[in-house]
């Protein structure tokens, strides 16, 4: 990994840079300044951008300072200077044929523009003349680059396989040209459409990982620092959110420069909602604090900067105002009364601005009493949780209860029955033929009887708890409900290896025998699959029918056919688990449950 130089060994390369300035050209010299603000190193690039001269420029010189004044003054969020001096140095640079600078800065202004909340489609002009020219030049790099834009600007208008498409495209075209640096870079892009829009949180962290071994070589702390927080989104949404707050914290021991307030600002966030999520109380406000002190500072920095600009444009007013007076062309009174109205203009906007400040505080309040909320939330749910267990595992007593009574009770009553008709039978040895059919076929009814009520006794917890075990009972359980040429369900087990703990396996197969029940009821199903998946530590269960479908979103839990599997869908969050129903109607109906396992 490249290290960053310390900011004492930065200082003194641009003090030599400073002294070699006369040395070299003008140009050259503000290229180095650009190349400065790319590392955004924005204050040293200021500082050495004041000790130009504007006046002895020539027409070349002249287009790259006013494209840098453009660049620090959008580092300042000064942005209608910005866009003004932008327009300019295009217009300076086509003027002196350089048309591969004037179309680089259409993308500086594109960025410009869609960087804004309610940005309006003014873009759309400059990104279109930048496509044009990059594919009628055939410049590779700036054909990746346009299929870039086009992936931005699919991904917030939410069509994020196109915006996949496009990035892809963009990466096959940097590895032909051997641009390898910016194509592995472009993984982070990837990263963020699977995580945000496809909501595929392993894909994201594929390309995250692919990400972060280019910066190792060649990145920077600040890509370093972003790389650690997108990876921190993505175990945020696997819930893995101790792994999410270890890169969290990697990101802020960073020593990143950029946009430091705000990146401190996100990281601190981020960290609350981790620990919150780990119901981690203390270290959740203990972040939340740090985020409100953080957002606090900045609202201060805002003010100071809103200030700054009116004092900067009061005194360019009044410095006019004393030119016109001068030439005898204004009343000194006007100068009295612009200032009364900018003055004015600058308390409403500080007003504004403390407001602005006091909303923020009071969202923070409600954030804090949120938490106080979920920790309520969080104990009435755990006692409905195990009132649900308490009601399955009462089920599971009684069916043993009824079975041992069976096997105990009835069942010797039976057998001893047999017996005692058996032993009638042979003192009867003289009966006449009808007599003897009649004791054959009542000693059968005797048998048949006696067959049956053992079978039951055997068949504790419905086949769960019998030494097959899971797979066994399930697989049975779709024989038997199994109808030729109307309802065919077929049982695909992976893994299974060892058995598992046995309140899991009833678990699981209630759930099981729940879904085969609806399906039966509701589906109109001609075929049914139902996956099960050992992975160790984990165990995935796919049920998928051909049938009618529904609409999830209006599934009603208050519905009578419903309670069962609402009570399973409890079963399964209390072991750590998850349900989730993806169905259509007329297009099938998919149910996905994952659940934990606990290996000793």
Not at 68 to 91: G, M, Q, R, V
Not at 227 to 234: K, S
Not at 438 to 446: A, G, H, K, N, V
């Amino acid at each position: 990994m490249i290290k960053p130089y310390p900011k004492l060994l930065l200082c003194l390369l641009i003090q030599l840079l400073a002294v070699s300035v006369y040395s070299q050209s003008r140009y050259e010299y503000m290229l180095d300044i650009e190349h400065i603000i790319k590392k955004n190193q924005y204050e040293i690039a200021e500082s050495q951008f004041k000790k130009i001269d504007e006046a002895s420029l020539s027409k070349t010189d002249k287009a790259l300072y006013i494209y840098l004044k453009a660049e620090l003054l959008c580092s300042k969020d000064i942005y209608t200077e910005a866009y003004n001096n932008y327009l300019l140095s295009k217009k300076m640079f086509l003027a002196i044929d350089s048309t591969d600078r004037a179309m680089d800065i259409n993308l500086n202004i594109y960025n410009l523009i869609v960087s804004r909340e309610n940005y309006s489609k003014s873009y759309k002009k400059y990104f279109d003349e930048y496509i044009a020219y990059a594919h009628k030049t055939g410049d590779s790099t700036r054909i990746a680059r346009s299929l870039m834009l086009k992936a931005e600007i699919a991904y917030d208008n939410d069509r994020p396989r196109e915006s996949l498409k496009n990035i892809r495209q963009a990466i096959a075209i940097l590895l032909k040209i051997h641009n390898t640096k910016l194509a592995v870079q472009l993984n982070s892009y990837l990263g963020v459409i699977y995580n945000e829009k496809i909501h595929k949180p392993d894909s994201a962290l594929y390309y995250y990982r692919k990400e972060l071994e280019a910066i190792k070589e060649y990145g920077t702390v600040d890509e370093l620092c972003n790389n650690y927080i997108n990876q921190a989104g993505a175990y945020y949404y696997l819930h893995d959110h101790k792994k999410a707050i270890e890169y969290l914290k990697l990101a802020d021991d960073l020593p990143f420069s950029g946009y430091k307030g705000t990146t401190r600002q996100d990281i601190s966030e981020f960290l609350y909602l981790n620990y919150d999520a780990l119901a981690d109380y203390p270290n959740a406000y203990k972040y939340l604090k740090i985020n409100k002190k953080i957002t606090d500072s900045l609202s201060v920095k805002d003010q100071a900067i809103a200030i700054d600009k009116i004092e900067t444009k009061y005194r360019t007013k009044e410095k006019e105002l004393e030119n016109t007076i001068l030439q005898g062309k204004v009343k000194t009174s006007r100068i009295l009364i612009y200032g009364i109205i900018l003055v004015l203009l600058a308390i409403v906007a500080i007003a504004l601005l403390m407001i602005k400040n006091a909303r923020r505080r009071e969202k923070i309040s409600l954030q804090e009493k949120l938490i106080e909320q979920q920790k309520y939330e969080k104990t009435l749910k755990e006692y409905e949780l195990n009132s649900i267990d308490m009601m399955l595992e009462g089920q599971e007593k009684e069916r043993q209860r009824l079975a041992n009574d069976l096997h105990d009770n009835l069942g010797s009553m039976l057998a001893t029955l047999k017996f005692n008709f058996e032993n009638l039978k042979l003192r009867k040895m003289e009966l006449r033929d009808e007599e003897n059919k009649l004791y054959d076929r009542t000693d059968e009814l005797i048998e048949e009887a006696y067959q049956k009520v053992r079978g039951i006794a055997h068949a504790k917890n419905a086949g769960v708890l019998a030494s097959e075990g899971l797979i066994p009972a399930i697989q049975k359980l779709a024989e038997k409900i199994s109808i030729p040429n109307k309802l065919q369900i077929q049982v695909v087990p992976f893994g299974f290896n060892e058995r598992l703990e046995n309140t899991l396996e009833i678990a699981i197969f209630r759930a099981v025998q729940e879904m085969a029940t609806n399906i039966i009821k509701h589906s109109q199903a001609t075929e049914a699959t139902i996956h099960l998946t050992d992975h160790e530590d984990n165990i995935n269960i796919m049920i998928e029918d051909n049938g009618v479908g529904f609409d999830s979103s209006k599934l009603d839990a208050e519905n009578a056919d419903g309670m069962g599997l609402q009570n399973i869908k409890k079963k399964i969050v209390q072991l750590g688990g998850t349900l989730e129903i993806d169905s259509t109607p007329g297009k099938g109906t998919t149910i996905i449950i994952d659940i934990p396992v606990k290996n000793d």
